[in-house]
């Protein structure tokens, strides 16, 4: 069975079901001990995001608090993507067309050049150029300027009409210096970090939740 990221559990629809369920049980109990409403905003997403409950605390000393309601969760600092996106790039836009949104899914199609991966997919390669969609009408990455190194962020294609695109554009973070510059809270709110401490957290990150053996755990409480 696929879950909502289109990626392969190795469980039947049964087993799925059962897993989520003691996933969601575990959730319960743990916001109980820590005090937080119940599948509040920043712990809906993650069993979609495959957090892993036997690491919270390790994610935490890593930089990463999954509890920062103030922050509203997942996603929401420079190294939450580390759990959030299919891929992170260094790279440059260097083609941008506008395309019809009815027949393929997409206002904008972008063609990237990946010079550097910071967490990988199987779908792209260092020194590949990919073409990618982008489905926002009016969000300012429409117009992302060409020829210049960022960080950029990528989604896997969902429910698409146009399967030449398997992956979508999402984010663009400049790269000044030494460090990246974005609005990773608030999309007017610009904020900045080092370049390398970056690739250090998503990198400590991804290593802790090792989010591959996901499906492979049983979240199922173990009483002591």
């Known amino acids: 069975m696929l ?47 495959r957090i892993n409950l036997d690491k919270l605390e390790e994610l935490q000393v890593a930089g990463f608090d999954v509890f920062r309601d103030k922050e509203k969760g997942l996603g929401n600092n420079f190294e939450g993507v580390a759990f959030t996106k299919e891929a992170i790039v260094i790279g440059e836009v260097i083609e941008s067309k506008n395309i019809d949104m009815n027949t393929t ?23 590949d150029i990919i073409e990618i969609g982008y489905d926002n009408a009016i969000n300012k990455y429409k117009h992302v300027e060409k020829n210049k190194k960022g960080v950029i962020l990528l ?24 460090k990246i510059i974005g609005c990773p809270r608030h999309p007017i709110t610009k904020e900045s970090m080092v370049l390398n401490e970056f690739k250090k957290r998503v990198n400590e990150l991804i290593l802790i939740n090792d989010s591959d053996n996901f499906y492979k755990r049983s979240w199922k409480e173990v009483k002591k």
């Not at 899914?105 to 020194?127: A, C, P």
């Not at 429910?159 to 400049?174: A, I, S, V």
């Open 155 to 178: 989604t896997k294609t969902l429910n698409k009409k146009d399967n030449g695109f398997p992956l979508t554009f999402y984010r663009f973070w400049e790269i000044n210096e030494d």
């Open 105 to 127: 899914g997409f206002y904008t199609k972008f063609k990237i050049r990946v010079d550097e991966i910071i967490k990988s997919s199987n779908l792209i390669k260092v020194n």
């Open 3 to 49: 879950d909502n990221h289109l990626r392969n559990t190795d469980l039947s629809i049964k087993e799925f079901v059962k897993h989520k369920l003691e996933y969601s049980n575990r959730v319960i109990d743990i916001s109980r001990k820590r005090g937080f409403k119940i599948f509040s905003w920043f712990s809906i997403g993650w069993y979609d995001n």
